[in-house]
């Protein structure tokens, strides 16, 4: 089956401009997360989603990142407007079930943002 | 916030030994996964455990898991270069709902 698809592979803009990630998850999965990795760290879950309805986004910066799953399949993550700190990996991932429970996830390659 | 903690955080061996990684945690689980991330790349997933397991093995990785002191262990057993990567823990809270929380990783490093 195909993985997660994930673009652009690598974006670099200057500060205070907007930028948009997209994400096409693997076919049938319920489940989608959008992840920041900043360089030396770990992801750090930015939101969910679950069919087409937000599970959790307490540490989405809502001032500034939006993020949408219409139809429950394809989503994009906006970045508006870009701050230096920005600059980080953006990783989409998806699951096949609803519970929630620690599902394994499954990775797209990510965006690679550079903010100047 | 991270709960997830790996040691070491830099790991450099030879073809052919065995590479040990440990992930401390801090709250209750319901499993908690490892995963591999090459540069540049995403991740992928390598092994789940349930909190009720205590080891599991996958081809060359071995899982062990102590909830009583809230850590684990990942053991790659002769190692090789292909396996040099960023190796991450990850914790699945006790609630529905929750998503995976992420270390930091141990880097590791197989030269030939």
């Known amino acids: 089956e195909a993985g997660v698809a994930q673009s652009p592979r690598y974006k670099i803009i200057e500060k205070r401009q907007s930028v948009a990630f997209w994400c096409n998850p693997i076919s049938g999965h319920a489940t989608l997360y959008w992840y920041q990795q900043i360089l030396g760290q770990g992801p750090k879950l930015l939101i969910q989603?679950?069919?087409?309805?937000?599970?959790?986004d307490s540490q989405l910066p809502k001032d500034r990142f939006s993020a949408e799953r219409l139809k429950g399949v394809d989503s994009t993550l906006k970045i508006q407007p870009a701050k230096l700190e920005d600059s980080a990996v953006y990783l989409c991932a998806s699951s096949h079930g609803t519970s929630g429970r620690g599902e394994t996830q499954y990775f797209g390659p990510g965006t690679r943002l550079l903010v100047l | 916030s991270q709960q997830g903690e790996e040691d070491p955080q830099a790991l450099s061996i030879q073809e052919g030994e065995n590479a040990t990684m440990n992930c401390s945690y801090k709250?209750?689980?319901?499993?908690l996964q490892w995963y591999r991330q090459n540069s540049g790349r995403g991740l992928v997933h390598l092994i789940l455990?349930?909190?009720?397991?205590r080891e599991k093995h996958s081809g060359r990785l071995r899982v062990t898991l102590d909830t009583s002191k809230k850590s684990s262990s990942l053991l790659i057993t002769a190692s090789r270069a292909a396996d040099t990567a960023s190796y991450f823990c990850a914790t699945a809270g006790g609630q529905a709902g929750t998503a995976l929380i992420f270390g930091k990783g141990t880097t590791l490093s197989v030269s030939s």
């Open positions: 709250t209750s689980i319901n499993n």
């Open positions: 455990i349930r909190s009720n397991e």
């Open positions: 989603f679950q069919n087409n309805g937000v599970v959790d």
